[in-house]
């Protein structure tokens, strides 16, 4: 058990290495590591919240507005259900369908009872559509003589609320970090909140600027019969609405149809580039195949009219339709600057919000309560750390040395690790280091006590270091398996800095079993093995 092969000792020493290559960059300046070549690693630990200072933002999320759309939609598509379309007749409606948010219900009067079975039909084929992430249909439809009734099920609307609740949070990460690149914390808290905390930014209301905008893209037709004076004084015809252009594009507006032809959801890609005259900049995009097929029939249909494109209740864009746009791409053309451009594209490539956003915290934590977390924690570690050094070394003579050196690697490979993942180290994360560093030693200290344990009952130093090593083996896994284990577990549950400890704690148990049982253990069997001494002294 104390013999190690040449492949296995540098097996050890190349995990120690690496660990060392990839902590290394924890120590040199930003402006040096930024110079190194591209093939070394430049990971570092990232310093949270309370460690860095930055801006903290929990937000709420109205879930109640999802389910609302949800509904407003599905009455949508069942009233196009309705039109004649692929050889089937029209169904006649007594009015439009109505929706009771309150009670999650959508309900049609049909003009012809005889016609009720058929429009039941096609209601079902619609509210079955796209589903496939339940057990159930999301509506239950119901007839009753010329009346039919769409509910929405508790299912669906929990897992709309639950679907919401992430689409938000991926939104909200695709505008605050767009490059994936930046140390911003994005994370659900119970269900219906989100908590965004941003190190080194402290300016929460320009965070919260870009976070609530509401990115909603959409593509309506135009009616040219209303005429602006009719529009301004209120006579708007059922289903019109009156919506300004945006600055960029001057003052005015247009009177539009309510219900647009294609909504932003079908967007695929979005990018800025130069006009094709080379003039000012447009905003490049592409749409899914359902938006492609709805934008080239509309174009088909409508050369010739204008095509209004509207951003958050602002019409960006009017292009008149020249030709059918069978392709699914277009361009919004415009007086962009280069920045606006990039601006709008990012908004609808990010998407929509799902749901409106509040903001129900919001607070700064200055850097310099930060500096004086981090100061108090190196010096916590520091000191834990050197008082083990002299214990282990006071008590355990040589092999305590051997522990010191396998407590200085765990350090080491702790911190390439925390690198190589570009984990957020926090207050409570320092605090899991200066733990890990105690239970590194105390695996060391019970396979110590065992092999005084069997040199008193007068084995012979290999003998008794061999068998000290294999029977403090069992305990050693016990209690690191189900400290590990905790440690899961708050990383499962917690949120923030609970999820801080949990990592640094993990990543602890893992390099410290490794350093205290593979590592002393090649140490103290190279000087047996090679010395071959009488008497040892721990």
Known sequence: ????????????????????????????????????????????????????????????????????DRLSGMRQEIQRAMRPSGGR???????????????????????????ADEAARRVRD??????????????????????????????ARRQYAAEALQDSIEVVRRRVDPAGNKEVSIQPQGADRIVIQAPGDNDPEELKRIVNRTGQLSFHRVDPT?????????????????????????????????EPEVTGDMVETASAGLNT?????????????????????????????LFAIVLDNEIISAPRIQTPIPGGQGRITGNFSPDEAARIATLIRSGALPAPLTTLEQRTVGPDLGADSVRAGTTALVIGFLAVIIYMVATYGRFGVYADMALL???????????????????????????????????????????????????????????GYRKAWSAILDANVTTFLAALIMFQLGAGPVRGFAVTLATGVVTSVFTAFVLTRMFAGGYLLARRPATITI
């Open 126 to 155: 619609v509210t079955r559509t796209g589903v496939a992430f339940l057990t159930a249909p999301p509506y239950t439809v119901s007839v009753q003589g010329d009346l039919i009734e769409v509910r929405l099920t508790p299912e």
């Open 226 to 258: 209303v005429s602006l004076a009719d529009a301004e004084a209120g006579l708007l015809p059922p289903g019109r609405i009156l919506v300004p252009f945006a600055a960029s594009e001057g003052p005015g507006a247009l009177v539009l149809y309510e």
């Open 409 to 467: 690697a765990n350090v080491v490979l702790i911190a390439g690790a925390l690198s190589l993942f570009g984990s957020t180290l926090t207050l409570p994360g320092i605090a899991g280091i200066v733990l890990t560093v105690g239970m590194a030693v105390d695996a060391n200290v019970l396979i110590f006590e065992r092999i005084r344990e069997e040199l008193v009952a007068g084995k012979g130093p290999v003998n008794a270091v061999e068998t």
């Open 1 to 68: 058990m104390l013999q190690f092969s040449k492949w296995q000792v540098a097996l050890v020493a190349a995990v120690v290495a690496l660990g060392a290559i990839f902590a290394a960059p924890n120590l040199i300046p930003k402006e040096q590591l930024d110079r190194l070549p591209g093939f070394l690693p430049k990971g570092t630990i990232n310093l949270g919240l309370d460690l860095r200072g930055g801006s903290y933002l929990l937000l709420g999320v109205d879930t109640d507005k999802v389910i609302a």
């Open 277 to 305: 005259d080379g003039a000012g900049f447009q905003i490049n995009f592409s749409f899914d195949s359902r938006g492609a097929r709805r934008f080239a029939d509309y174009t088909r249909e409508h050369v010739g009219e």
């Open 89 to 115: 007749e029209r169904v006649a409606l007594v009015s439009l369908p109505s929706v009771d948010l309150e009670m999650g219900t959508i309900s049609l009067r049909v003009r012809e009872p005889d016609q």
